[in-house]
């Protein structure tokens, strides 16, 4: 029963945290509005995966090297910063470019880059590691059974997918992608900047 209502803790704040407005949500909204439904849903899949590794670096010790050689957790928050600043940018530069006629090959392109983005921008961002590894700290026992570490990162892995592929299918919808289609310099250079202000943030933390 004590594990079951660790899990259940677990899986409930890590649920919120996952729902909370951040570089993730922002990403994967614009490749849904832009690439559609399918790029939303390989854009939601790459979220988990990275979250995923992050996980079980936590639950196997990364934290401890971090903890240990902090120049290594720098230079990972600071690559993970310009790549931030990097996306946010193109969105600001390509603001006012008009959205791609529907192409099947381009379609498919797309999605494999929002893929790629998705990916590189969850793997590119240690605070989700510390985070994890903190409220595993905190809700988990301090030494779990081998099925409880399977079943963190399986909790891990349908919040994180559930929750970007609900994003993914809303944003996707042709009214929503019809007024992207309408609002895109505005919402481009909204969502551009934020990423900019993020990667500056995640930049300065410690």
């Given at each position: 029963m004590e594990y079951v209502a660790a899990l259940a803790g677990?899986?409930?704040?890590?649920?919120?945290?996952?729902?909370?407005?951040?570089?993730?949500t922002v990403l994967v909204i614009q490749t849904s509005a832009v690439s559609g439904r399918r790029a939303g849903l390989l854009a939601a899949f790459?979220?988990?995966?990275?979250?995923?590794?992050?996980?079980?670096?936590?639950?196997?010790?990364?934290?401890?090297?971090?903890?240990?050689?902090?120049?290594?957790?720098?230079?990972?928050?600071?690559?993970?910063?310009?790549?931030?600043?990097?996306?946010?940018?193109?969105?600001l530069r390509h603001a006012g470019a008009p959205l791609p006629e529907a192409d099947p090959a381009a379609a498919q392109a797309g999605a494999w880059q929002g893929f790629v983005k998705a990916l590189l921008l969850?793997?590119?961002?240690?605070?989700?590691?510390?985070?994890?590894?903190?409220?595993?700290?905190?809700?988990?026992?301090?030494?779990?059974?081998?099925?409880?570490?399977?079943?963190?990162?399986?909790?891990?892995?349908?919040n994180e997918f559930t929750w970007f592929a609900l994003l993914a299918l809303l944003f996707s919808g042709s009214t929503a992608r019809a007024f992207y289609r309408r609002t895109k310099v505005w919402l481009d250079r909204i969502m551009g900047g934020a990423l900019g202000v993020l990667g500056l943030k995640l930049a300065l933390d410690r």
């Open positions: 677990l899986a409930l704040v890590h649920l919120l945290a996952v729902a909370s407005p951040g570089p993730s790459a979220m988990m995966l990275g979250a995923l590794v992050w996980a079980a670096a936590a639950l196997y010790g990364l934290q401890i090297l971090f903890a240990r050689f902090e120049w290594l957790y720098v230079a990972f928050r600071i690559a993970g910063a310009i790549y931030l600043i990097y996306l946010g940018f193109m969105l969850q793997l590119s961002n240690p605070k989700v590691m510390v985070f994890m590894g903190s409220i595993f700290i905190s809700l988990l026992p301090a030494q779990p059974p081998a099925w409880m570490d399977a079943t963190v990162l399986a909790i891990v892995a349908i």
